[in-house]
């Protein structure tokens, strides 16, 4: 039950980084309104991709 478990959260986590890298330009265009939107979109596909890796990693080791 507990390798299920943790299996999901590494999925989730994974479909969150991917979804991250995505849609970073669109959630930045809702999310901040401040004119150097690229420097955030470039913050948030980098944040997606580690996001991924991890959920990855966690499934990869379970």
């Known amino acids: 039950?507990?390798?299920?478990?943790?299996?999901?959260?590494?999925?989730?986590?994974?479909l969150v980084g991917v979804i991250l890298i995505y849609d970073a330009r669109t959630i930045t265009k809702k999310a901040f309104s401040?004119?150097?939107?690229?420097?955030?979109?470039?913050?948030?596909?980098?944040?997606?991709y580690l996001i991924s890796i991890?959920?990855?990693?966690?499934i990869m080791l379970n």
């Open 54 to 58: 991890a959920g990855a990693t966690i």
């Open 1 to 14: 039950m507990g390798k299920i478990i943790i299996k999901l959260v590494g999925s989730i986590l994974a």
């Open 34 to 48: 401040f004119g150097d939107q690229n420097e955030a979109t470039l913050g948030l596909k980098i944040a997606g």
